[in-house]
């Protein structure tokens, strides 16, 4: 996959993206209080690649994906698609943009709607952006029920008559349905059982392979990030510290958070238990108040005094020339 992706150009690019949220303000509606939730963050995507998300919950990841689509409007930064840049880009040209990139949300019972049926919540983008006639729309809804595994029968059906599995399958069913060249995945199968996962997971490998679809695939399951991406960005506290491919994050993790992620999740296999255990002390700051320096250190386990109060900056620790086998990591001790 990383020399399919060297030749290619980068298909979305994100550079320097910022949001905070007021979350005070005082008698003349002037903001005394903020809530960081992303800062200044950089990261590319590539045609046919899965780039996944991870971190704590409230590290910021779903903030970003919003971020990405122009569903919420970032303070700083570019959003380049194409080259294109989004966040300044015309509401007009915009809605016709929107037809590259779709998002699969996290629950999919709230994000159809009770009162479509299956058909018609497939169908709804394609009646929206004007896609061909009734007959061209029923034809691709079908063909598209058919590409998730799902049966015709299913399209006379209401979300509230299938399960969780076979609606999440409708809501990226509905978001193939433009043919997009990216999709969002925000937790898509955090809220499914383990068996239905891997099915929506096996599912999102071949769309990607037989359709050449890229992915930002945002998730706090380990398992589920190192079966489904080619390379991992890991956020803390809204900030990215480390890219590299799934490899590398999981067999050489650098930076000391990255270690503690990998070293808490559950490993099934028992022989494979008496790893390293890492814990970390203190409590996670607060976004609203959040510490100088490098804001991993009130936790850090091998912070050094320089941690508290220089800004570390992504750095690439591998000696490979190659832009996709880069590992970047944001801490002081590299």
């Not at 992706?5 to 949220?21: A, D, G, H, T």
């Not at 080259?83 to 949300?105: C, G, I, T, W, Y």
């Not at 509230?160 to 997009?180: D, K, M, T, Y």
């Not at 679809?213 to 956020?235: C, N, P, T, Y």
């Amino acid at each position: 996959m990383n020399d399919l992706l060297e030749s290619k150009e980068p298909l979305l690019k994100v550079k320097n993206l910022s949001k905070s949220f007021s979350v005070e303000k005082n008698f003349f509606g002037r903001t005394t209080k903020s809530l960081r939730a992303v800062h200044d963050i950089n990261f590319e995507i590539y045609p046919g690649e899965c780039l996944s998300l991870v971190g704590e919950s409230g590290c910021g990841k779903s903030t970003t994906a919003r971020l990405i689509l122009n569903l919420v409007k970032a303070d700083q930064g570019e959003v380049l698609f194409e080259n294109e840049e989004l966040l300044s880009m015309p509401a007009r040209k915009l809605r016709q943009k929107r037809e590259d990139f779709q998002m699969v949300f996290q629950n999919p019972f709230s994000s159809l709607d009770p009162r479509f049926t299956i058909f018609d919540s497939i169908a709804e983008p394609l009646i929206v952006h004007k896609k061909g006639t009734k007959e061209s729309i029923e034809k691709r809804v079908f063909e598209l029920l058919e590409l998730v595994d799902l049966a015709k029968s299913f399209a006379t059906k209401y979300p509230h008559e299938c399960s969780g599995g076979q609606n999440q399958r409708v809501s990226i069913a509905r978001a193939l349905a433009l043919n997009p060249k990216l999709v969002v995945c925000d937790e898509a199968v955090s809220a499914l059982d383990v068996s239905v996962q891997a099915n929506v997971l096996h599912l999102l490998k071949k769309l990607q392979k037989d359709l050449q679809i890229s992915f930002l695939f945002i998730a706090h399951d380990l398992a589920v990030v190192k079966m489904i991406s080619d390379r991992v960005a890991v956020m803390y506290l809204g900030e990215i510290v480390e890219i590299s491919s799934t490899q590398n994050i999981f067999s050489n993790p650098k930076h000391p958070y990255t270690k503690a992620l990998i070293a808490s999740a559950p490993v099934a296999d028992p022989k494979k238990r008496n790893r390293e255990k890492i814990f970390l002390t203190g409590e996670i700051p607060k976004p609203t108040e959040i510490p100088s320096g490098c804001t991993f250190h009130t936790r850090c386990p091998v912070k050094i005094d320089s941690c508290l109060s220089q800004v570390p900056k992504l750095k690439n620790v591998c000696s490979s020339e190659k832009k996709t086998d880069s590992h970047l990591v944001g801490c002081l001790l590299y």
